[in-house]
């Protein structure tokens, strides 16, 4: 039986989260230490899943006030009033399948509602496809609210949205 816990990210998580996000940066975007670091004082919401004491996945989100820059995080600040934007979740490839995005969801939105946060928020890559968070991200209800190009034209995003 494994132990699974959900915490909030610290300092010390840093170079996990960095090496996790690597992994899976054809879907997320570049991240070293330095800018998880700014990304972890802008967020309101980043927290780790832990399995036997060891970080293997993470979530960091923003509320719609934080003074971030980001063209997914600004069509969203356009469009509504107060949200929650998840920058990005990853889970370790060996541990997919134990629920973990699941479980940083849940708890997301638990958040969210805790803090009258009527909408959470976020983008998942439609050029280059992946399916695999569409899938994910439908189970919670997210619904499309929009597209656009990003990253100098490299990718083309789904803005989705779902009500907490």
């Not at 469009?79 to 699941?102: A, E, H, N, P, T």
Request: glycine residues 4%.
């Amino acid at each position: 039986m494994q132990d699974v816990a959900i915490r909030d990210a610290n300092p010390n998580d840093f170079d996990v989260i960095c090496a996790l996000n690597l992994a899976e940066v054809q879907h997320t975007s570049q991240m070293d230490v330095a800018r998880l670091g700014d990304l972890h004082r802008l967020a309101s919401y980043h927290k780790v899943a832990c399995v036997n004491g060891h970080v293997v996945a993470f979530l960091l989100a923003m509320r719609n006030d934080a003074p971030y820059e980001n063209d997914n995080f600004e069509w969203f600040s356009r469009k509504y009033q107060k949200f929650l934007y998840v920058d990005r979740i990853v889970v370790s490839s060996q541990s997919r399948g134990l629920r973990l995005g699941s479980l940083l969801y849940d708890d997301l939105f638990s958040y969210a509602r805790s803090n009258a946060i009527p909408l959470v928020t976020c983008e998942y890559n439609l050029v280059p496809p992946n399916q695999p968070s569409r899938l994910f991200h439908d189970k919670f209800g997210f619904s499309e609210q929009g597209t656009q190009w990003v990253a100098n034209g490299t990718k083309h995003v789904s803005l989705q949205a779902a009500e907490t």
